[in-house]
């Protein structure tokens, strides 16, 4: 797997050649497929090879493509990401009802842990232990919505008691670029491993292509909270500093891994866990 997440910010011709993606603009410059994890179109001005987008897709580089006001809108998928797609299909259709409640359950349990890791991080204990109280008060499904408790307090704890995901400002923007970045490194785990995105096991909207993307990243979103935290609100160039994610390690299974491998991991024991009707197979990370 590549390790790069390659930004295009002006206009330019993309293009394969010889195992390279080669960027003819001002300058001509190329980059080894075998190194790139990641490529982010910002600039409207590209243009790009459709021998290059199949070269893309058969690495499984991911390919986030960003509107005119350089915030992402779509991204490359192949249509099939494993070779027994059909299998894992039938897998995913015949979870259980039950079975997707309780991994769901534990999914909500560890992204409250996690929240409450970075308030104590910060030095907000006592915040901190009121959202592992959450964490411990979680029932089947999450039906006493402990996750929007928790995420109430977690904000106000980390901005104001007024502050909201959708109030416009610096910060909000900042969190909602992160966490559509770090959802599309979601969805391309989940297409490689043969599962479709559409079929969330609580996500269920019918115009939403990513349901199963948006349960699976709860536990991670804290990643992104962290770094966006640390930014000045003034920083213009504040995309280059969220993008540096996938440079943080993380420990899963007791291992130091690379963001998008840890991502990789964690999925890999999501879908255990429902194949086995076992949501004790989750894995969690450890900053």
């Not at 790009?48 to 992402?72: D, G």
């Not at 560890?110 to 204990?125: A, D, P, V």
């Not at 979601?186 to 349901?211: A, C, M, P």
């Amino acid at each position: 797997m590549g390790f790069r997440t390659v930004t295009i910010n002006s206009r330019c011709k993309l293009e394969l050649k010889l195992n390279y993606m080669v960027c003819k603009g001002d300058q001509i410059q190329r980059v080894f497929l075998d190194e790139i994890s990641t490529v982010i179109i910002h600039s409207t001005a590209v243009v790009i090879t459709t021998a290059l987008l199949s070269e893309f897709v058969k690495r499984n580089i991911k390919v986030i493509i960003c509107n005119e006001k350089h915030n992402p809108v779509a991204e490359l998928l192949p249509y099939y990401g494993s070779y027994n797609n059909a299998l894992k299909l039938k897998q995913q259709l015949g979870w259980g009802i039950k079975t997707k409640q309780m991994v769901w359950t534990e999914i909500v349990a560890k992204k409250i842990i996690n929240q409450s890791k970075h308030l104590r991080f910060l030095g907000k204990k006592e915040d901190a232990d009121k959202m592992l109280e959450y964490a411990n008060q979680v029932e089947l499904n999450d039906v006493t919505n402990r996750e929007g408790h928790a995420a109430k307090l977690y904000f106000a704890s980390l901005f104001s008691k007024d502050w909201s995901r959708d109030c416009g400002d610096f910060y909000s923007k900042a969190l909602n670029y992160g966490y559509i970045v770090l959802l599309s490194t979601f969805n391309r785990e989940i297409v490689k491993s043969g599962y479709l995105t559409q079929l969330g096991i609580w996500h269920e909207n019918q115009f939403n292509d990513f349901n199963l993307s948006c349960d699976l990243i709860e536990p991670f979103r804290p990643i992104v909270d962290r770094i966006v935290y640390k930014l000045d609100k003034n920083d213009e160039n504040f995309k280059t500093s969220i993008l540096k994610m996938t440079e943080k390690q993380v420990y899963i299974s007791g291992k130091l891994m690379f963001l998008e491998n840890a991502i990789e991991v964690y999925i890999r024991s999501v879908f255990s866990a429902l194949n086995e009707n076992n949501p004790e197979l989750i894995l969690n990370y450890e900053l």
